[in-house]
């Protein structure tokens, strides 16, 4: 894997290749697919209250959650490198920013099931696994616990756009092959 920096995402700089005449383009995802944080903060929700009912209690600091916070926003590069090294081995990636935030694409083809892993895992590692943590840390450690509910809601919360491109590529054949070129994900 060989990973490329472009910088600021302009609207024209993401590479592209050519998809086939047969390619069909998944749904854009839009501004509206923010009501997909709606299920996440009623999970960290029914989290917090479980806590509370059943596992000894919640304390929480506004200190912690702000260095909570802090350490996540400190970790996205680190969510982007995930989706980089989920790429097939052997692929240039390119890295970018916009005004949203980090970006991650490539352009190797991949089947359905791979960019299923692509879009999952950073959430998983950076956003369930600190979730469980969250969860098995006793609520008399409230610097550990506040900042790993923090940690968790943040990584958990970010990933809501790779959530809606998962929803869509469940409802492709299990064969289908991925292609991303330039700002726009193809499958045939």
Same mark, same amino acid.
């Given at each position: 894997?060989?990973?490329?920096? @472009?910088? &600021? ?13 047969? =390619?069909?383009?998944?749904?854009? /995802?839009? *501004?509206?697919? +923010? !009501?997909?944080? !709606?299920?996440?903060? $009623?999970?960290?929700?029914?989290? /917090? ?6 596992? *000894? ?50 352009? %190797? ?6 960019? @299923? ?6 959430? $998983? !590692?950076? *956003? +369930? +696994?600190?979730? @469980? =943590? ?7 450690? /409230?610097? =550990?616990?506040? +900042? ?5 809601? !943040?990584?958990?919360?970010? *990933? ?13 054949? %299990?064969?289908? &092959?991925?292609?991303? %070129?330039? =700002? ?5």
């Amino acid at each position: 894997m060989k990973i490329k920096w @472009i910088g &600021k995402y302009d609207g024209n700089n993401l590479p592209t290749v050519d998809v086939g005449a047969g =390619a069909k383009e998944l749904p854009e /995802v839009t *501004g509206k697919s +923010v !009501i997909m944080l !709606i299920p996440i903060v $009623l999970l960290f929700a029914c989290c /917090v209250y479980v806590k509370k009912t059943y596992l *000894g209690g919640v304390a929480f600091s506004r200190v912690d959650w702000m260095i909570g916070l802090v350490i996540a926003l400190l970790f996205f590069p680190v969510h982007e490198l995930i989706h980089a090294v989920s790429f097939p081995s052997g692929s240039k990636v390119i890295m970018f920013y916009t005004m949203q935030g980090l970006g991650t694409t490539c352009v %190797s083809p991949m089947t359905r099931n791979r960019f @299923i892993v692509v879009n999952m895992l950073p959430s $998983l !590692i950076l *956003g +369930v +696994v600190p979730l @469980i =943590a969250y969860m098995i840390v006793p609520s008399s450690y /409230v610097f =550990a616990s506040t +900042v790993l509910c923090v940690f968790s809601l !943040i990584h958990v919360g970010s *990933g809501y756009v790779d959530y809606l491109n998962i929803v869509h590529l469940l409802r492709l054949p %299990s064969n289908a &092959k991925i292609q991303i %070129s330039g =700002a726009k994900i193809y499958w045939v």
